[in-house]
């Protein structure tokens, strides 16, 4: 009653700068606050915060009633930068830490793993050691559509990630080198929110495999341990680089995925529909019949700008007879592939994910990488 206005206008001045983003996935201008560990947040993670949090302590900045005074001294007395200092102190580099785009599931373990189970504050916590990792998980059949349970074992010194039917005896059912492994959430086109997307290269393509498992906590540790896996390996095969250097190579996100059709070479073809995953990092955009198949149908190496590549809105003149109607070019030295998207709003996010791809300079890898893709695959 009294000291509501003022205690308000106290938790305005707050809200800079350190505090002008959520504590726990970036996003900008937090609403809520929580008075246990003292950070702003967003609604989102108040959510996840309020689950373990004592009640009336996950609270609405706008909204809620700030008359007591200690909250609000508390608040003052701690904030976003103080927290990060005491529950961050000890993330391992490999640990992913999520942004405000990436699925509940990421955002929810970290918020537990740092406050409620405390994984962070010091470096003693066992989890966090170099230890391989057992145990079962549901893949998806290759040809069959349903999920079956498989042993998946993870060992950092073959350097290998093996999976197992119930039959032991028969030894592994599928061995994944570390080397090539990529790993990501894709839980909508899964099905299941937990649902993991592996991929690896087999035989010169991309191989995957998707699984998943009840428990948030047990996939984002799974995660996690393919993550510090992947790292390991990678600081063995480049010992001259730096941490920084390698940690944005441990794993990638697709940066967008969804279906276009696509007509061939002669362009006289006929539209198919497809799926299509941009691999941004991997600069690979691969084509699929449906979205969960082992092997891609096609691809396409998307390069820069400098060695002849281009991605144009439209379609080449006198081209229709789609079902969609929103057309992309892509250039390449070797051929244009034309596309077409469902709507204006598709249309802008492709052309937006495929000229970042072709506006950043290719690396040494990338132009071995080009030459292969190419070698790989007839026209
Ligand atoms: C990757 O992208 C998907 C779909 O956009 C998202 O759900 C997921 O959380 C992202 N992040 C990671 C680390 O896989
Ligand atoms: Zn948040």
């Not at 990792?133 to 993870?154: A, M, P, S, T």
Request: aromatic share 10%.
């Amino acid at each position: 009653m009294v000291n509501r206005e003022r205690n308000n206008q106290l938790l305005e001045t707050l809200k800079l700068p350190e505090n002008s983003e959520c504590a726990d996935c970036g996003l900008p201008d937090p609403d809520w606050a929580s008075c246990k560990v003292g950070v702003f947040i967003c609604l989102q993670c108040s959510g996840v915060h309020r689950s373990f949090t004592e009640s009336g302590k996950v609270k609405s900045i706008q909204l809620d009633n700030w008359e007591d005074e200690r909250l609000v001294q508390f608040m003052i007395g701690n904030g976003n930068l103080k927290a990060k200092k005491k529950y961050e102190a000890f993330v391992p580099p490999f640990y992913y830490r999520p942004h405000a785009n990436d699925c509940i599931a990421l955002k929810e373990q970290w918020i537990r793993a740092k406050y409620q189970r405390e994984e962070f504050m010091s470096n003693k916590v066992t989890m966090h050691t170099t230890a391989d990792r057992e145990g079962i998980l549901y893949k998806r059949g290759r040809d069959r559509k349903g999920f079956q349970e498989r042993r998946f074992v993870l060992s950092r010194s073959e350097g290998l990630l093996k999976y197992y039917t119930k039959d032991n005896g028969k030894g592994p059912k599928g061995i994944i080198p570390i080397q090539s492994l990529n790993v990501m959430f894709q839980g909508e086109k899964i099905g299941h929110q937990h649902g993991l997307e592996i991929t690896y290269m087999k035989d010169g393509q991309t191989r995957n495999i998707f699984v998943y498992h009840d428990s948030a906590e047990e996939i984002v540790a799974w995660y996690n341990a393919l993550r510090e896996a992947r790292l390991h390996y990678l600081k063995t095969t480049y010992p001259q680089a730096s941490e920084a250097e390698l940690i944005p190579k441990i794993t990638r996100n697709y940066s967008k995925v969804g279906y276009m059709e696509k007509t061939g070479p002669k362009k006289k073809e006929a539209f198919k529909k497809r799926w299509f995953n941009l691999d941004s990092g991997g600069r690979k955009l691969l084509y699929y019949k449906n979205p969960l198949d082992a092997f891609e149908k096609g691809g396409i190496f998307i390069g820069s700008k400098e060695r002849g590549y281009a991605v144009q809105e439209g379609l080449p003149q006198g081209l229709k007879g789609n079902n969609y109607d929103c057309g992309i070019i892509i250039q390449t030295p070797a051929r244009e592939f034309v596309l077409t998207c469902e709507n204006v709003k598709e249309q802008r996010e492709w052309l937006k994910a495929l000229r970042g791809v072709v506006s950043q300079p290719m690396t040494k890898e990338d132009i071995i990488e080009e030459a292969n893709f190419r070698r790989k695959r007839p026209k």
